[in-house]
């Protein structure tokens, strides 16, 4: 058996919409010279390159198919053996199952590679919910507002520019985004659960000051990856 803390380590990034989890793998990336890899833009790059699995991935999406587990495991095969991961990556966007968890811990062993955690960013649903759902822009000069936060000085007025005109993005809503955290917890729970039986799930308070934050995910990163 090799040393495991020699084998180069893959994160799983879990988190719902607005939790930072975009701007949190850029630093890790940064950081610890990780390469964040995401689903989507993989698929994408494989399809371009003509790749074996990009070859079938595109044949599937043009028959309006969905892309099998399998593909998607070919694909991100090819693209670990590159040498850039070799500090590590995080995965963004898989697995997304825990049936694809697990294919996920077989393609690791076979590569000789290690799953260093899978970090839960956990964020107050209500809370969450009041910081989306309060958002709103002055419609002339773009300026942010929020119901809570951040109000104007003289009630419907733009600080900046005095314009009393307001926009809300409609998916900004309490009833969206509420709906967007259920579907998230609905989707994760088995991942959570698959990741906490194997003792590689860490959960990371991902409310409040953005350095900090960070400061939690590069504490636990540093730890699993030494
Ligand atoms: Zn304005």
Redesign the pocket.
């Known amino acids: 058996m090799a040393d495991t803390m020699t084998q180069t380590a893959v994160l799983i990034l879990l988190g719902p919409p607005g939790a930072g989890k975009g701007t949190q793998a850029r630093m890790l990336e940064e950081k610890f010279g990780l390469v964040q890899l995401s689903t989507g833009d993989l698929l994408r790059a494989a399809v371009a390159a003509g790749t074996d699995a990009g070859q079938q991935a595109k044949a599937v999406m043009e028959a309006g198919g969905l892309v099998s587990d399998e593909i998607v495991l070919a694909i991100l095969k090819d693209r670990m053996a590159e040498p850039d991961t070799r500090k590590g990556a995080i995965l963004d966007g898989f697995p997304r199952t825990a049936k694809q968890a697990a294919a996920l811990d077989a393609l690791l062993e076979e590569q000789g590679m290690r799953l260093g955690a899978a970090i839960s960013l956990e964020v107050d649903d209500e809370a969450m919910v009041e910081r989306v759902s309060g958002r709103y822009t ?1 419609a ?4 942010g507002y929020h119901d809570s936060f951040k109000k104007p000085a003289v009630a419907g007025v ?1 600080d ?4 009393t005109d307001f926009k809300r993005r409609a998916d900004d809503n309490a009833e969206t985004v509420g709906a967007r955290l259920a579907a998230y917890h609905e989707q994760t729970a088995p991942l959570i659960t698959y990741y906490e039986g194997k003792g590689a799930l860490k959960r990371v308070d991902a409310m409040g000051e953005i350095d900090r934050i960070a400061g939690d995910l590069a504490a636990i990163v540093a730890e699993v990856t030494a």
Not at 140 to 143: S, Y
Not at 160 to 163: A, I, L
């Open positions: 002055c002339n000069c773009g300026e733009c900046k520019c005095g314009s």
